[in-house]
C-alpha cells in the first residue's frame, strides 16, 4: 500500500511508520522534526510541515492531492491542558487547526485518489472524544469534532468504497504529555502503550476490503495520572 501518516516524528505516528515499513508498504512521513529520530528506508519519504502554520499546510495539501493513495492515517494532534480561562487563544487555536482543521483538509486533498483504490482514512482521535473532560474542554471539544467527521464522512464516501474508521486510545506513555501539569501513572495498568495502540490500527487494515470497522476505544485497566511540580 501507498499510505500517508501525519505525525510520523515521535510517538504513536513513529511505530506506526516503522510497522507499515516492515510489512512492505510505502509510507510519506508528515512531521516537523525528522532530525530528532531519523529513520531511513528505502520505501520511506518524509515531508517537513509545522501543521500549526497554513502557509505550510497548503503547500502539502497541493502534494497530497499530486499522488496516488491506499491508505491516510491522521495521527498527528496537540494537546493543552488546564482550566479552560487559563489557556490562551493562540493555544485554542493551534489545537483546532492541528487536531482537527488539518485532518479535514488532508482527507479532502486525498479523497479522489482514495476513491480510486477504494482506500481507507483513518483518525486517531480519543477517548475524551465521547466525555467530559475537566481541563482540557478544548482539547477534548477537537477530537469531539474530529470522530464526528470521520462519522458522517463515512456516510458521505462508503458508496464509494472508502472505509473510515477512527482509533479512540486513553492516555498513552509517549512524549505527548511533556509540556503539560501531568503525564500518565507510573503503575504499567494506567497507560497504554503506542505500540498497543499500533496494533490496533493494524487490525483495522486487516480486514477484507468489504469490511468497515468504524471505531475503536482504548483504555487501560485503570485511570491514574502522575502530577508534575
Same mark, same amino acid.
Given at each position: 500500500m501507498?499510505? %500517508?501518516v501525519t505525525g510520523a516524528t515521535s510517538g504513536i505516528g513513529r511505530v506506526l511508520v516503522e510497522r507499515l %515499513?516492515?510489512?512492505?508498504?510505502?509510507v510519506l512521513g508528515i512531521g516537523r522534526d525528522f532530525q530528532k529520530y531519523p529513520l531511513e528506508h528505502p520505501k520511506y519519504q518524509t515531508y517537513s510541515c509545522d501543521l500549526r502554520k497554513m502557509a505550510e499546510v497548503e503547500k502539502l %495539501?497541493?502534494?497530497v492531492a499530486s499522488k496516488d493513495w491506499d491508505a491516510v492515517i491522521l495521527v498527528a494532534g496537540l494537546g493543552y491542558f488546564a482550566p479552560h480561562e487559563e489557556i490562551h487563544f493562540s493555544k485554542i487555536q493551534e489545537m483546532?487547526?492541528?487536531n482537527l482543521g488539518s485532518a479535514m483538509m488532508l482527507v479532502q486533498a486525498s479523497l479522489r485518489s482514495l476513491k480510486k483504490t477504494?482506500?481507507?482514512? %483513518?483518525f486517531l482521535?480519543?477517548?475524551t472524544a465521547g466525555k467530559a473532560s475537566p481541563i482540557g474542554a478544548a482539547y477534548s471539544a477537537t477530537k469531539a469534532g474530529l470522530s464526528h467527521f470521520a462519522e458522517s464522512l463515512w456516510e458521505e464516501v462508503r458508496k464509494y468504497g472508502v472505509r473510515v474508521s477512527v482509533v479512540e486510545p486513553d492516555m498513552t506513555k509517549t512524549d505527548f504529555y511533556k509540556h503539560n501539569s501531568f503525564d500518565v501513572g507510573e503503575e504499567e495498568d494506567s497507560y497504554l502503550l503506542a505500540e498497543e495502540v499500533v496494533e490496533a490500527v493494524l487490525f483495522l487494515f486487516s480486514q477484507r476490503k468489504e469490511v468497515n470497522i468504524r471505531r475503536i476505544e482504548i483504555q487501560p485497566q485503570r485511570h491514574r495520572i502522575t502530577r508534575r511540580g
Open positions: 501507498k499510505v %500517508l %515499513l516492515q510489512e512492505g508498504n510505502e %495539501l497541493r502534494v483546532v487547526q492541528v477504494k482506500g481507507h482514512i %483513518l482521535s480519543s477517548v
